[in-house]
């Protein structure tokens, strides 16, 4: 296990409010390289939670679709400020992995190719072509 992997499956037990049920069933589907953007949008997310006494999230499920993240989500306890809040914050990181290598955490583009949608630096397209 890399240790940017590692770093993910601690993310459960450093925001228990954001992982309330616990570590994703299928573990975090994408590249190491958005680790850095997932710690980040998990800190920003349990920051927004703790206005909140009550507020907890659910996270379902965090992988790559068509080259970018999608993080599923439930929220409980939350207002609608809360709730907005949550949810521009989770589509700016969805927004923002289009721009950050899957493989290394780069600048990249999102590029199709062949059909097949990835987020990649010049050197990580490079070495899978
Ligand atoms: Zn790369």
Redesign the pocket.
Known sequence: MTEERARLDTLHTTYPRVFSTGPLTWGFEHGD?WSDLIAALCANINEILESEPDASMQVKQAKEKFGTLRFYYRLNGVNDDVGMRVRRTVALAEKASGCI??????L?TLRAEAGWWST??????TDST
Do not use: F, N, W
């Open positions: 390289g290598c899957e493989r290394c955490g780069c990249a990649l630096c010049t050197s990580c397209r």
